[in-house]
């Protein structure tokens, strides 16, 4: 049974950081893409980091430069190191899997097949 279950979120003030980890179980972790999505209330879910299996990654534009998306495979665990935090930073984020099964364009082209329960970042201003 494939299971993700993110923690490190909390609430902060604008300029600080958080570390956000996503612990996977149940499939063979380095064979995967991985990400971090992100969904403010009222809004729809978005992407913002992936990285692939060999360790390559991508960025939506609007964290590029403040966020590090990492893996680290003897632990099966994701990490999403958040810098200089924003108030529209402020979501719900979500780490999700998805069996990468080409370069590594496959892992912002395709669906994530699974989904951690979520944990929740808050920046005040």
């Known amino acids: 049974q494939v299971q993700l279950v993110e923690s490190g979120g909390g609430s902060v003030q604008a300029g600080r950081s958080l570390r956000l980890s996503c612990v996977a179980s149940g499939y063979t972790y380095s064979g995967y893409c991985m990400a971090w999505f992100r969904q403010a209330p009222g809004k729809e879910r978005k992407r913002v980091a992936t990285i692939d299996r060999g360790g390559t990654t991508t960025y939506a534009d609007s964290v590029k430069g403040r966020f590090t998306i990492s893996r680290d495979n003897a632990k099966n665990t994701l990490y999403l190191q958040m810098n200089s935090l924003k108030p529209e930073d402020t979501a719900m984020y979500y780490c999700?899997?998805?069996?990468?099964?080409?370069?590594?364009?496959?892992?912002?082209?395709?669906?994530?097949?699974?989904w951690g329960q979520g944990t929740q970042v808050t920046v005040s201003s």
């Open positions: 999700a899997a998805g069996a990468q099964y080409g370069g590594s364009w496959w892992c912002i082209s395709h669906d994530y097949n699974y």
